[in-house]
């Protein structure tokens, strides 16, 4: 094992470990958390998928560890929100210099619905869309193209435009019991010692 790859298949250019391809200092991500592009080079994942995410707003993006990115999954931050505070949803203050406004009212122009937290274990579908300020829990599942503006239970399977829950992964007390398991968060070697029983969902077999 060896989180710090950037390509952790053999042969295989559209898949990465995305902590390991962006630089921002608002964008985190996790150990192992991958990300395949079919279409770009995935290691233009902070260009092309996380965007209107300037640093006058301060925003950031958390993506935790063991996540599954999918091709053309999108972030949305502040700046695609213009303000509807105002009369006019017109960016006025982006433009100061043509209107003579103060510049230090740029981030006005837009709401500022905050940061985007995806948890762990969470596989994100291909081309959904994830909004400024929403939270994903812990094993959630995004379903392909859909939009997620509100916030996302864990262990919750999501689908549609706005998204809705369609049904949690698995009952309350098993959500309870890996919540509290945290696996991710177990030292890399018990990891691959229980790989069997993870996979096959053995709670009897983990060690």
Known sequence: MNADLIYPRKGDPQTVYLKNVVDSPFIHVGDYTMYNDFVNDPRDFQKNNVLYHYPVNGDALRIGRYCSVACGAKFLFASAFH??????TYPFPIFFEEWELDNTEIASAWEHRGDITVGNDVWIGYEAVILAGVTVGDGAIIGSRAVVT?????YTIMGGVPARPIRRRFDDATVEKLLALRWWDWPEA???QNLPA???GKWEKLV
């Open 190 to 192: 018990r990891v691959k």
């Open 150 to 154: 509100k916030d996302v239970p864990p």
């Open 83 to 88: 303000s509807m505070a105002s009369l006019a």
């Open 198 to 200: 993870l996979t096959a």
